[in-house]
């Protein structure tokens, strides 16, 4: 019998096609890790030079190492991991999570996000932009799918006491990350402490607390 996890991950590859909408002017820009040049993205390496594994990733199979604090772990699959995916607007990422382990805040400011859970039960959620601030929240089980539009905060939680994994596709080859306490706690250099305090109705006691944990 097929293994069922091998259709879910087709699923997410196939709607990361879907959400393709770059219009390209050559048969592929294989990112040239070499070129210090960037123009909007890694520059193109010479069509002579390419390769068969320029297009191949080996490693979503292996399970993500989740012993950090927030008990999760992403392995990514953009241009940088594959440079033929460079210019083409999709990429993805293997996502683990420990029991009861959290895929922080955080947003992808150049993507959608499609989230495919291929192992586990995980709370997943969004929230809008100003000023409504609307909380989409869902519990996913295997099999489910989920959206995270561009550039909303989103996160995710295993609610089982197993692990849990999902395939996440994305329409971009480079969507981007920003984590929202880093960015904010643990930027560099720190942003004002009396702008955090006004901010999240703090004391500045607390907020250099958590300044220090980032």
Known sequence: ????????????LSLSLVLATAITIQDFCVADSKEKVLA???ACKDPKLVEVNDFFFSGLHIAGNTTNPVGSKVTPVFA??????????????RIDYAPWGTNPPHTHPRATEVLTVLQGTL???????NPENLHFRKVLQTGDVFVFPTGLIHYQRNVGNGHAVAIAALSSQNPGVI???NAVFGSTPDIDSDVLVTAFHLDKTTVNYLQSKF
Request: aromatic residues 8%.
């Open 80 to 93: 940088t991991q594959l440079p033929g995916l460079n210019t083409l607007d999709i990429s993805i990422a």
């Open 40 to 42: 909007n993205g890694l």
């Open 1 to 12: 019998m097929a293994n069922p996890l091998f259709f879910l991950t087709l699923l997410a």
């Open 123 to 129: 709370e997943v959620g969004f929230v809008t932009s």
């Open 179 to 181: 984590t929202i306490g």
